[in-house]
Nanobody
Framework: QVQLVESGGGWVQPGGSLMLSCAAS????????FRWYRQFPGKEERELVA????????TYADAVEGRFTISRDNEKRMVTLQMNSLKPEDTAVYYC???????WGQGTLVAVSS
């Protein structure tokens, strides 16, 4: 059974940090690139945040470059998004996406406010 399960969201003050995790199962993990997207409150579209490719290279949206770090652990079948120096405008539901199978997790809410 294919599953992508995100965890690690929550509330944090501006300037704080959170780490999101995406646990994947049911498909060849090491063969897939993964992406984190986010959906802002009241918006329908999802914004690409970061990508980690099968060989490990990463790319980031300009808005998070230098603050967020995406990584993968093929043995643990886990993708993480370390988010530092969080801003109120980072408030969103964050989704993990597996490109190989074009599947999404259920999302995890990140709320940044004082």
């Amino acid at each position: 059974q294919v599953q992508l399960v995100e965890s690690g969201g929550g509330w944090v003050q501006p300037g704080g940090s959170l780490m999101l995790s995406c646990a994947a199962s049911g498909f060849p993990f090491s063969s897939s690139a993964f992406r984190w997207y986010r959906q802002f409150p009241g918006k329908e579209e999802r914004e690409l945040v970061a990508t980690v490719f099968t060989g490990g290279p990463t790319t980031y949206a300009d808005a998070v470059e230098g603050r967020f770090t995406i990584s993968r652990d093929n043995e643990k079948r886990m993708v993480t998004l370390q988010m530092n120096s969080l801003k109120p405008e980072d408030t969103a539901v964050y989704y993990c996406h597996a490109m190989l199978i074009n599947d999404w997790g259920q999302g995890t809410l990140v709320a940044v406010s004082s």
